[in-house]
């Protein structure tokens, strides 16, 4: 049964290009949402979604952050035009349920973006 | 605005010492609270989790929380570490109205030293 699949891994960007990160979300589950962790910091909650959805994007940077779960293929959180303070461990959860659900969310591996 | 405080950034342990992670949370409203571990290279496990019922929670691989209302508190406890419990502790929580955002504490890295 796998887990929640994030790609890439890793991922380092120059000053002012994009960055795509991808979530696919748990079999089963429809509710994905982003976390964010600068360093030395907890996981900061961005983005809820659901297929085709936005729930809650109050976390989410006002510019240049973007996130869409279309109704086939995985969740992406794209970041236009990055910068040195995009640097920061990017984390995906999914649940089978969401809103006012007690399920857990199970968190993908993580991708690492790195802006030189 | 909700927060949560994890006191201690880093702990060091030798084998088979007790373990006591403290954690607590500012929210007036009733809350779900977790604990979560991330071993190196890995991501976020769930250890346990505290909806209502028994305040004292058990989960896997021997650790358990007690959840203290009057104190705001859910601190995690394992009796003997281990060296495989070497890995980042996250305390969390969610309100139950918005129960899909955590909020997460700083972390807490643990080494156990053999």
């Known amino acids: 049964n796998a887990g929640v699949m994030q790609n890439p891994r890793h991922l380092v960007r120059r000053r002012g290009q994009e960055a795509r990160l991808r979530c696919s979300p748990m079999k089963g589950h429809s509710h994905v949402y982003w976390y964010r962790q600068l360093p030395e910091e907890g996981l900061k909650f961005m983005v809820y979604l659901q297929k085709e959805n936005i729930i809650d994007e109050s976390g989410m940077p006002k510019e240049r952050f973007s996130a869409e779960f279309p109704k086939e293929g995985p969740s992406i959180l794209r970041i236009q035009q990055v910068v040195r303070g995009d640097s920061a461990a990017y984390f995906c959860?999914?649940?089978?349920?969401?809103?006012?659900?007690?399920?857990?969310?199970?968190f993908g591996d993580g991708t690492r973006l790195s802006i030189l | 605005a909700q927060s949560v405080s994890q006191h201690n950034h880093h702990v060091i342990l030798s084998e088979a010492a007790s373990l006591e992670l403290g954690c607590n949370y500012s929210?007036?409203?009733?809350?779900?609270l977790f604990w979560y571990v991330q071993y190196p290279g890995q991501h976020l496990q769930l250890l346990l989790k505290?909806?209502?019922?028994?305040?004292l929670v058990k989960g896997i691989k021997g650790f358990e929380a007690e959840f203290i209302k009057s104190k705001f508190s859910f601190n995690l406890r394992k009796p003997s570490v281990q060296w495989s419990d070497t890995a980042e502790y996250f305390c969390a929580v969610n309100a139950m109205d918005s129960s899909y955002k955590l909020i997460f504490g700083s972390g807490t890295r643990l080494l156990v030293r053999p």
């Open positions: 959860a999914s649940s089978p349920l969401g809103g006012q659900s007690r399920q857990p969310q199970h």
């Open positions: 929210y007036g409203g009733t809350v779900n």
């Open positions: 505290y909806f209502s019922g028994d305040p």
